[in-house]
């Protein structure tokens, strides 16, 4: 894995060595405050679900997969709140949403749409997000030629990748 070793951001670049965005302003895990809690909401719409499985459905859904420090005390905050109902099945925790935490969505869908909190498409923290989605359906695009077996098909998706990395680093140059 590449890391940035110096430059403004230091060693790792914004998103530090892990690989994972690690500015303080306002984020956590690359989420703005509060946005965990809607989430969490919104993968519950689907069904009960326990903590494991919310952390891997908004890992699909951003690119990035939130830690079961933040999960699960939302989790409760959000039980507390008579948002969502957990109760113990087949050995787990699972939670569903509660009507008082489908009017939550709804209300922040209306804000939303009134503009209060509409979401700004040159945010940075939106493009990391979007950026990290990409970098995830990649991913997969890999792993799905590497199972099918052919060495020709393999070569071409390295062959882009290297593509797409050059082009990176170019755009890069371009700030620097």
Not at 80 to 100: C, H, L, S
Not at 130 to 135: D, I
Request: with cysteine; aromatic share 8%; glycine share 14%.
């Amino acid at each position: 894995m590449f890391h940035f070793k110096h430059g403004r951001h230091g060693y790792g670049g914004p998103w530090g060595p892990g690989g994972g965005f690690r500015h303080g302003r306002g984020m956590r895990g690359g989420r703005a405050r509060g946005e965990m809690k809607y989430e969490i909401l919104e993968c519950l719409l689907q069904g009960p679900r326990h903590g494991y499985d919310i952390m891997l459905e908004i890992e699909s859904k951003t690119g990035m997969r939130p830690s079961p420090g933040s999960i699960y005390p939302a989790l409760q905050m959000l039980e507390d709140g008579d948002y969502i109902r957990g109760q113990e099945r087949d050995g787990k925790r699972t939670y569903e949403i509660t009507d008082k935490g489908r009017e939550l969505l709804s209300q922040r869908e209306r804000e939303t749409a009134d503009g209060d909190e509409a979401f700004d498409g040159e945010n940075i923290y939106g493009i990391i997000a979007e950026a990290m989605r990409q970098v995830h359906g990649i991913k997969d695009a890999v792993k799905q030629i590497a199972r099918t077996g052919n060495m020709e098909s393999y070569r071409k998706a390295v062959a882009a990748l290297d593509k797409a990395r050059r082009e990176l680093f170019a755009i890069l140059a371009d700030h620097i």
